[in-house]
């Protein structure tokens, strides 16, 4: 699989990122099947709502629709940000597997009589090798993923919590507690 097979131009849902990485299917499929991923959740998704920043003006109905709405959003969140994270710690085992391949390559096509290389230039070869090369580049999008997931999910977390903290402000009330 080369890094132009992971174009993310086009991509309508996580499930179809992971059809584009190695095993990537096969984890989503062991995940639904183990109860642990909820695939009607992944497929189209509408755009991210812009969270309200006046909630003192949402009714309660609309204040508990918007909780329950931020709560499921996180738990999707932390569902993709699992199974990115599983993808890229596959694709590390899969980079000292394939490192260790082109060394053992370069190794066996050195021709008898010439100096060994040097482990050093033994490693920058391998670098060079296709295969290491697109699954560094594989690395590289799974990691950029990620960063967005964490960020993501950090922000809806802190909705999370400002929608909490004025639910609860707004029960004070009601108990006369008024701050």
Same mark, same amino acid.
């Given at each position: 699989m080369s890094a132009t097979d992971l174009d993310l131009s086009g991509l309508k849902s996580i499930n179809q990122f992971f059809s584009r990485t190695k095993n990537g299917s096969a984890a989503i499929e062991l995940a639904t099947k183990l109860g642990i991923w909820t695939p009607s959740s992944h497929i189209n998704i509408p755009e991210r709502p812009q969270f309200t920043k006046d909630l003192s003006q949402l009714t309660p109905a609309q204040l508990s629709d918007a909780y329950g709405r931020w709560t499921a959003e996180f738990g999707r969140i932390l569902e993709i940000l699992g199974a990115v994270q599983g993808q890229e710690a596959l694709v590390k085992l899969q980079?000292? %597997?394939a490192l260790a391949a082109a060394r053992r390559k370069i190794r066996d096509s050195t021709p008898e009589g010439n100096k060994p290389y040097t %482990?050093?230039?033994?490693?920058?070869l391998a670098e060079d090798d296709s295969a290491v090369i697109d699954l560094h580049e594989q690395s590289a999008?799974?990691?950029?993923l990620s960063a967005h997931l964490l960020t993501t999910k950090e922000a809806t977390a802190q909705y999370i919590a400002s929608l909490s903290r004025e639910i609860a402000w707004r029960d004070s009330q009601i108990k006369g507690k008024v701050y």
């Open positions: 980079i000292k %597997s %482990s050093a230039q033994l490693n920058d999008l799974l990691v950029v």
